[in-house]
């Protein structure tokens, strides 16, 4: 049988528990790889007692004998980057066997992550709440086609490339009015990038068609979530990259037909960090409930997330978007002891209901709610598909009736172990 790509992504706005279950299946891929998004990402994996988060690095390092790569979508930041490294070779694991790192990504550099900053304290109230990581600077700079890439910090003019962008951005917090000392960082950047210089750098393309033809079938990591994708996220407030199932094929180099199982991630709730439209957020003690039995808090800023019940108009549009052919549902068990558990299944916008993710999410929406009972025990803790209450199957059976794909591991906690595959 022929070898392919099965992909995991994130359905709503990012959080959703991609490192676990990416960390859980890797078991099963020799190879894993980040397509698109940055050090923007936060993946916490758990597992013999320890806790880690990821953030360029795909979910698959602490898995023995696999390969990471980081793809040409994906937006590197070399001073990260080798942080992360460090924290990851404390644990006992050598970087530089384990990951490879495509010569096509491009370069986060530190007046990128300054940009940002500027670019949102320039925004007043439109604020987009970015993780400040430099990530929409960066994919500007590529699309704009003057970006630094990876392959560059080969070649002996790399430094020069490095300051004729720095310069760049020079004249743009200049018309911004922002003030910053944009070399500041310029040795340690530099610093960092003799650090890359010790991986080994691929033309990820050719390295991902042989690996298919002669080796096995390779997992693809997303990271964000479908609706903050650039193109059918709730844009403006979205991030730079294509989250969704095509950033697989241009952040790697393959082709549609190389994709398998396209694993769609959901929590049993909704959670977004930054600004923008959250139909179903829930301002009340219910929300702030889910928060705490959630410990809905950013991986990567901190910050508090919004919390609301779960959206199945956004989630079937995402289901829709990304060919998902099997979904994995996440953190059910953080809403044991409610008594009552809502699900929004269609909109009412301008008095009318619909289905369908609306162009303009921008504009008031009144969700429509169907209604379940809480389950009379607790799923935490229950590994065995039987043991599971019937109010819980009876829900999951109505999710898999709306969404129309089969609902195919349920995770009940954060360690590897506390999952069960249907
Ligand atoms: P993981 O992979 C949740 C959000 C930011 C902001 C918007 C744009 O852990 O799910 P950016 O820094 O990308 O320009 O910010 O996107 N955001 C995320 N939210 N999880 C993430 O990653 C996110 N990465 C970006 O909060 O609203
Ligand atoms: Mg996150």
């Not at 162009?359 to 598909?385: C, H, M, N």
Request: some cysteine; charged content about 25%.
């Amino acid at each position: 049988m022929e070898n392919k790509i099965d992909v995991v992504l994130g359905l709503q706005w990012g959080d959703e528990g991609k490192g676990k279950i990416v960390d859980v299946l890797a078991g099963r891929y020799p190879l894993v790889t980040r397509f698109q998004g940055g050090p923007n990402a936060g993946h916490s994996l758990q597992f013999e007692g320890h806790s880690f988060v990821v953030r360029s690095i795909p979910s698959g390092i602490f898995r023995a004998g696999s390969v990471n790569i980081i793809g040409n979508g994906v937006v590197l930041d070399p001073i990260s980057f080798k942080a992360e490294c460090e924290s990851v070779r404390a644990m006992g694991i050598v970087p530089e066997d384990k990951i490879l790192i495509s010569k096509k990504a491009h370069l986060i550099l530190p007046t990128h992550r300054l940009m940002d900053a500027a670019l949102e304290s320039a925004a007043g109230k439109g604020k987009i709440g970015s993780t400040l990581k430099g990530i929409g600077p960066t994919y500007t700079d590529k699309i704009a086609r003057h970006g630094v890439r990876v392959g560059d910090i080969l070649r002996e003019d790399f430094e020069k490339k490095y300051d004729a962008l720095t310069e760049r951005h020079i004249h743009e917090f200049g018309a911004l009015g922002f003030e910053c000392d944009p070399y500041a960082q310029k040795e340690e950047f530099m610093k960092a990038v003799q650090f890359l210089r010790t991986f080994k750098l691929i033309d990820c393309e050719y390295y991902i068609d042989s690996f298919l033809r002669e080796k096995g079938a390779i997992l693809a990591e997303g990271a964000q979530g479908s609706l903050l994708d650039i193109d059918y996220g709730s844009y403006p407030f979205v991030t730079s990259s294509n989250t969704t199932v095509g950033g697989v094929c241009t952040g790697l180099g393959v082709a549609p037909s190389k994709i398998g199982h396209v694993y769609g991630i959901f929590k049993a709730y909704c959670t977004r960090v930054g600004s923008g439209p959250f139909p179903t957020e829930l301002f009340d003690e219910t929300g702030e409930k889910i928060r705490a039995v959630g410990h809905e808090y950013g991986a990567v800023t901190g910050r508090p997330r919004r919390c609301g019940w779960l959206d199945l108009v956004a989630l079937k549009y995402t289901v829709m978007v990304d060919g998902v052919t099997d979904l994995i549902m996440m953190k059910a068990d953080c809403l044991d002891g409610f008594h009552e558990i809502k699900v929004c299944t269609s909109y009412k916008i301008d008095g009318q209901e619909t289905t369908h993710f609306p162009f303009d999410v921008l504009s008031p929406i009144e969700p429509q709610y169907t209604s379940f009972k809480g389950w009379s025990k607790p799923l935490a803790g229950i590994t065995r598909e039987e043991d599971l209450p019937d109010e819980f199957k009876k829900y999951i059976a109505f999710m898999e009736e709306y969404l129309g794909v089969p609902i195919k591991i349920i995770s009940l906690g954060p360690d590897r172990d506390a999952t069960i595959q249907r």
